[in-house]
């Protein structure tokens, strides 16, 4: 049985250099390089001053490789993130140990992580708010999930020509304003080909052993029975909306500056009472057939015509636009009901509520269950069931 026989380090080797003073050996040199770490791990009461380049994304206060104090010092480490353990053992053959960081937890789906990494910002770096924290996973996982949306009940105006040629010259005006107004352009404004009332939003699946009641086809069925009872309501007379209020919702800190979407609808009145009646009789209808999506809140009848949701290019925040501004173009004051005046955007008390307008009167001729997000031929929600009303 051979015996193994420790091999020692080179001797130092001390020589005179033309200024009299000893010199060290490249061997010396090599084994006093690790000499500053380890004399930043011999003081306990304050973190060694590492060779990285900054500190690590997950490191807390103190106990980074910076100047921090209270900290334990950490082993620095060099551009290609080993330790200088890594270097010692790559010349020397043995395999150096694994270095786990002290102030990382384990991450798990059910932790409170209140100590999460900040975001990054635009160049992969921490954003503006790099020391803020984010919210606890917890809270986040209390929210329901969310459903896919599929199909939304709708009254459509689009589809009547003359409804578009009122409406084109209005969108198309608040578009060109001079000066533009902050926060509009083309890809918030939506086209009057798309424009309808929302009675209810679904989440339908074509017909499957899995989704044997929310189809498609069984919302179809519940529609067309839906017919009789409307015709038998309405006693003859014709659907009609008046678009005689325009408004916006909730703004952004209750700012009209940073509000997010404008609607026109109808103002009170009896048209609006038979309209409301019968979006009402359908919604519920729906509801009570199990194939609405539920929400707790009344039917608010808008036909939306400003939307920052679908601003193009999509960006992490929505982008709002300046309510004020619209008031005081021209575009408005085009379209504003007679004796009806606007404070412009310099206005110290700015009106609130429904603006009076005058966008005209128009039938309701069937109701329609629309594909969410669809484009037609011409722009159109595509209509996947249609109820007819006259």
């Keep these: 049985m051979s015996e193994t026989v420790g091999i020692p380090p080179p001797p130092t080797t001390t020589t005179a250099s033309t200024a009299g003073k000893p010199t060290v050996d490249s061997g010396a040199a090599a084994s006093s390089a690790v000499s500053p770490s380890s004399e930043a791990g011999a003081s306990p009461g304050r973190g060694g001053r590492g060779r990285g380049r900054g500190r690590g994304r997950w490191h807390r206060r103190g106990t980074g490789r910076g100047r921090g104090r209270g900290g334990t010092p950490r082993p620095a480490r060099d551009q290609d993130g080993e330790g200088n353990d890594a270097k010692e053992a790559e010349s020397s053959g043995t395999p150096a140990p694994a270095v786990v960081p002290q102030d990382v937890k384990e991450r798990a789906p059910d932790v409170d992580d209140t100590e999460a990494p900040p975001a990054a910002g635009p160049a992969g770096g921490p954003s503006d708010g790099a020391t803020a924290q984010r919210r606890p996973w917890k809270e986040s996982q209390e929210r329901p999930p969310r459903v896919k949306l599929t199909h939304f009940i709708a009254l459509p105006l689009g589809h009547n020509p003359a409804f578009r040629e009122k409406l084109a010259p209005f969108t198309s005006a608040l578009l060109a304003a001079e000066p533009a107004i902050p926060g509009l352009d083309a890809s918030v404004v939506v086209?009057?080909?798309?424009?309808?009332?929302?009675?209810?939003?679904?989440?339908?699946?074509?017909?499957?052993?899995?989704?044997?009641?929310?189809?498609?086809?069984?919302?179809?069925?519940?529609?067309?029975?839906?017919?009789?009872?409307?015709?038998?309501?309405?006693?003859?007379?014709?659907?009609?909306?008046?678009?005689?209020?325009?408004?916006?919702?909730?703004?952004?800190?209750?700012?009209?500056?940073?509000?997010?979407?404008?609607?026109?609808?109808?103002?009170?009145?009896?048209?609006?009472?038979?309209?409301?009646?019968?979006?009402?009789?359908?919604?519920?209808?729906?509801?009570?057939?199990?194939?609405?999506?539920?929400?707790?809140?009344?039917?608010?009848?808008?036909?939306?015509?400003?939307?920052?949701?679908?601003?193009?290019?999509?960006?992490?925040?929505?982008?709002?636009?300046?309510?004020?501004?619209?008031?005081?173009?021209?575009?408005?004051?085009?379209?504003?009901?007679?004796?009806?005046?606007?404070?412009?955007?310099?206005?110290?008390?700015?009106?609130?509520?429904?603006?009076?307008?005058?966008?005209?009167e128009w039938d309701i001729d069937e109701v329609q269950i629309c594909e969410m997000g669809s484009h037609g031929a011409e722009g159109e929600y595509v209509a996947a069931a249609r109820c007819p009303l006259v």
């Design 191 to 360: 086209s009057p080909r798309r424009m309808h009332f929302t009675l209810g939003v679904m989440s339908l699946h074509r017909l499957s052993p899995d989704a044997p009641i929310k189809t498609l086809e069984e919302a179809t069925r519940v529609l067309q029975e839906l017919k009789p009872k409307i015709l038998t309501m309405l006693n003859g007379e014709r659907l009609r909306v008046s678009l005689d209020n325009m408004d916006i919702m909730k703004p952004y800190r209750g700012d009209p500056k940073q509000a997010n979407v404008m609607w026109v609808g109808p103002a009170e009145g009896e048209s609006t009472d038979r309209l409301m009646a019968v979006g009402n009789l359908i919604k519920k209808t729906f509801e009570d057939a199990g194939l609405l999506v539920h929400e707790d809140r009344p039917l608010k009848l808008h036909c939306t015509v400003v939307n920052t949701i679908y601003r193009e290019p999509p960006r992490r925040f929505r982008q709002p636009f300046s309510y004020p501004a619209i008031l005081a173009s021209e575009a408005v004051k085009s379209v504003l009901a007679p004796n009806e005046v606007v404070e412009t955007q310099d206005a110290e008390k700015p009106k609130k509520g429904p603006v009076k307008i005058d966008l005209g």
